[in-house]
C-alpha cells in the first residue's frame, strides 16, 4: 500500500488524483448500544432531519449480496452496500481488514476462549448474543434465527451460492436464546466469519419468523418470497421504506440498531444504469456517495475535476480478469493449456494498466492483490506470461493451427478458431477491457468477438455459466474467496447453474490444496499452502489475469466518515457513522 501511495503522491500536482491516499478513516464502531436502542425506545429526533442521497450504478432486483451474486455475471454493482444498510452479520469487515463484532458480544478467538482446537482434532465456536437485538419489524433477534439460517445455507434445494463454511461445520446447537455454539469436523480458519458479511458466500441471519414456513412448505421457491426485496426485514442500521424499482430506495435510521442510533436520518439511494446521467447528477450537486462498482477510475476523475463540492477517495481492490471456460468451451482449443498460455503472452497487460488506470496499478500475475500480507513472500514463485506476441503465435502454430491468407488461424479442415469475449455491461473498465482483449487476440491471428451483454441478460443463471469462451469481470482477490474455484461452486445443470466458480474449473488435487488452506491454523504453513495455490492458478490459467484495479468514491464535502469500498467490505461498512456538515 505505501508504494501504491508514493506513486499517486508523484501525480498530485497533476489534475488527476489529488486527495488518493486520503488520512486514515474512522474505525469500525464498537461502541456499547446506548440504552434507548438497545430496549425498543425511540430516542429524540433531532430538529432537521440528516440526510444523503447515494447512488449505483445498477439496478439491483434483490437486497441480498448472496442471492444477488448466486450465478456467474449476475452481480448488481452496489447490492452489497445496499445490504450492508439494512442488514448486520455477527461481525464485519472495517476498512483496515479487522474483523468486528455486530450482532454478537465479541469475535470468538483463541485468547477469549469462545474458540477452541478440542483434543481430538475438531473445533468448536461460540457466538454470544448482543442483548437486546431487533429485526426491523421488533422482533427480537435470537439464536433461534441462526439455527433457522443454517438449515437453509445446509439445504441443496435452496437456490443460492454455496456457503463453504457448512462444508466443514458438524453441528450447531443453541444452548439459549443469546448462545450459538459450532462444532466444526475440522479446524477452520475462517470460523469468526460465520453469519457474517466479512467473507464473500457467508449467510447473513435470516429470520425465522418471517421465511420460516416459506422454507418448511417449499425450499427451492424460498429465494422468490417477496421478502427479498420491498418486503425485506434485517437487523442494519437503516431500515427500507420505499423501493421505485429502477429509480431509488430510501431506507430510515433504525433507532433499535444494536450498535446505536445512526447519525444520519435517511439515506436515500438513486439507482443509475447509464453512467453518463450518474455523471451529470453528480455534478449538479444531487449525489453526495457512490456506493458499489461501476464508475472507473478515468470517470471518477474527470467528474472530481469539475465538482468542487466533492473529492474523490481511491482503494487498490480486486482485478480484472479474463476466466476461460474450462468444462464444454467452444471452441475446445480454449480448454488447452498451451493454448491458454499463448493468449495470455498475446496481451500487452502493461498497456492496459497505462491506459485504463494511469499506471497506477501493476499486470495481476498473481491471483493475491499486491496489499495481501502475503503478497511479498509468494509473488517471486509465480509464473508470468510477459507479453510477447511473436511467442505466443509460435505456441498457436504448435498446436497445428496454420495462418491463412485472411491473417487468421485455421484448423485442419480450414476452419478459423473464434472466440467469443463475453461482459456484463453496467462496468466502464470490464467493457474497455474487452474491447482490449479482443483486438490484441485478432492481432495474432485469432478471430475474436467482443459481446457486452445486457445485465439482465447475466441473470440468466444457465446463460451466464455457459459462456463459450471467456468471460471478463472484476474479480475478489483475497483468500477468503478462493474457495470459489472450488469443484463445489461449478455452476451446472445438476446444480440450477448456481456457483461462484466462473471458469468452471473442477480437479480434486486443487480442491485438496482449498481444504489444506482452511484448516492450517499456523500462519507460517498455512502460507506455504497459499503459495501453491496461487502458483496452480497461474501455471494452469485458471484465470487469465489482466489488471489490478484502484476503485474510485465520490464522496461530497459535506459527508462526514464515508470511505472508499475496502477490500472485503463495502462503503457502507460504517454507516452507523455516517454524518454530515450542519
Known amino acids: 500500500m505505501l508504494g501504491n501511495c508514493r506513486v499517486i503522491a508523484l501525480l498530485l500536482t497533476s489534475s488527476l488524483l489529488v486527495g488518493a491516499c486520503s488520512s486514515a478513516s474512522p474505525p469500525m464502531p464498537d461502541r456499547a448500544p446506548s440504552a434507548a436502542s438497545g430496549s425498543g425506545v425511540t430516542s429524540s429526533q433531532p430538529s432537521i432531519p440528516?440526510?444523503?442521497?447515494?447512488?449505483?450504478?445498477?439496478?439491483?432486483?434483490?437486497?441480498?449480496?448472496?442471492?444477488?451474486?448466486s450465478g456467474p455475471g449476475s452481480n448488481v454493482a452496489g447490492t452489497d452496500a445496499l445490504e450492508d444498510l439494512v442488514n448486520a452479520g455477527l461481525a464485519n469487515m472495517d476498512n483496515q481488514s479487522q474483523l468486528h463484532a455486530v450482532l454478537a458480544d465479541a469475535v470468538p478467538t483463541i485468547e477469549n476462549g469462545q474458540s477452541k482446537l478440542l483434543p481430538d482434532g475438531r473445533m468448536e465456536t461460540t457466538w454470544r448474543l448482543r442483548p437486546n437485538t431487533f429485526w426491523h419489524d421488533g422482533v427480537p433477534f435470537t439464536s433461534d434465527d441462526l439455527l433457522f439460517t443454517a438449515?437453509?445455507?445446509?439445504?441443496?434445494?435452496?437456490?443460492?451460492?454455496?456457503?463453504?463454511?457448512?462444508?466443514?461445520?458438524?453441528?450447531?446447537?443453541?444452548?439459549?436464546?443469546?448462545?450459538?455454539?459450532?462444532?466444526?469436523?475440522?479446524?477452520?480458519?475462517?470460523a469468526d466469519t460465520l453469519f457474517s458479511h466479512a467473507v464473500s458466500g457467508r449467510t447473513v441471519p435470516l429470520p425465522r419468523h418471517l421465511l420460516g414456513q416459506a422454507f418448511a412448505e417449499d425450499p427451492a421457491n424460498l429465494m422468490n418470497q417477496p421478502y427479498w426485496s420491498e418486503q425485506f426485514v434485517g437487523t442494519g442500521p437503516f431500515k427500507l421504506r420505499t423501493w421505485e424499482r429502477g429509480n431509488h430506495l430510501i431506507v430510515d435510521a433504525n433507532d433499535q440498531y444494536v450498535l446505536g442510533r445512526p447519525k444520519i436520518d435517511e439515506v436515500e439511494v438513486k439507482i443509475f444504469s447509464d453512467p453518463r446521467t450518474l455523471t451529470a447528477s453528480i455534478l449538479a450537486g444531487a449525489i453526495d456517495l457512490t456506493m458499489g462498482r461501476g464508475i472507473s477510475l478515468e470517470q471518477a476523475a474527470?467528474?472530481?475535476?469539475?465538482?468542487?463540492?466533492?473529492?474523490?477517495?481511491?482503494?487498490?481492490?480486486?482485478?480484472?480478469?479474463?476466466?476461460?471456460?474450462?468444462?464444454?468451451?467452444?471452441?475446445?482449443?480454449?480448454?488447452?493449456l498451451q493454448f491458454r498460455r499463448a493468449l495470455l503472452m498475446a496481451l500487452d497487460r502493461q498497456q492496459m494498466v497505462d491506459t485504463f488506470q494511469f499506471g497506477l496499478t501493476s499486470v495481476a500475475h498473481s491471483y493475491l492483490s499486491t496489499e495481501d500480507p502475503a503478497y511479498p513472500e509468494i509473488a517471486p514463485t509465480v509464473p508470468h506470461y510477459d507479453y510477447d506476441p511473436r511467442r505466443a503465435m509460435q505456441m498457436i502454430e504448435g498446436l497445428g493451427y496454420t495462418r491463412g491468407a485472411d491473417g487468421l488461424y485455421h484448423d485442419a479442415s480450414g476452419q478459423p478458431i473464434t472466440l467469443e469475449v463475453r461482459v456484463s455491461a453496467g462496468n466502464d473498465v470490464t467493457e474497455k477491457s474487452t474491447l482490449a482483449v479482443a483486438d490484441a487476440w485478432r492481432q495474432v491471428g485469432v478471430a475474436a468477438d467482443a459481446r457486452i451483454d445486457p445485465a439482465q441478460r447475466s441473470r440468466d443463471r444457465e446463460y451466464a455459466a455457459t459462456f463459450p469462451s471467456f468471460f471478463v469481470q472484476q474479480n475478489p482477490n483475497d483468500p477468503a474467496r478462493l474457495n470459489r474455484l472450488s469443484s463445489a461452486q461449478v455452476p451446472t445443470a445438476a446444480n440450477r447453474f448456481i456457483g461462484a466458480n466462473t471458469p468452471r474449473y473442477a480437479n480434486s488435487d486443487f480442491d485438496a490444496l482449498l481444504q489444506r488452506y482452511g484448516t492450517t491454523?499456523?500462519?507460517p504453513a498455512r502460507r506455504q499452502v497459499l503459495g501453491q495455490i496461487v502458483d496452480q492458478i497461474a501455471d494452469q490459467v485458471i484465470q487469465l489475469g489482466l489488471f489490478y484495479i484502484s476503485e474510485p468514491t465520490l464522496i461530497a464535502n459535506r459527508v462526514l466518515n464515508a470511505t472508499a469500498r475496502p477490500p472485503a467490505s463495502t462503503q457502507a461498512w460504517n454507516a452507523v457513522e455516517w454524518d454530515v456538515k450542519q
Open 50 to 69: 440528516k440526510r444523503i442521497v447515494a447512488a449505483i450504478a445498477g439496478d439491483p432486483y434483490t437486497l441480498s449480496a448472496k442471492l444477488n451474486t
Open 151 to 190: 438449515q437453509v445455507s445446509q439445504n441443496p434445494e435452496v437456490g443460492w451460492e454455496h456457503d463453504a463454511a457448512f462444508d466443514a461445520i458438524e453441528s450447531v446447537a443453541a444452548p439459549d436464546s443469546r448462545t450459538l455454539t459450532v462444532t466444526w469436523k475440522r479446524p477452520f480458519v475462517e
Open 302 to 336: 474527470q467528474i472530481r475535476d469539475q465538482w468542487p463540492g466533492g473529492h474523490m477517495d481511491l482503494r487498490l481492490n480486486n482485478a480484472i480478469i479474463a476466466s476461460p471456460q474450462l468444462l464444454d468451451a467452444t471452441p475446445p482449443v480454449v480448454m488447452n
Open 521 to 523: 491454523i499456523p500462519l
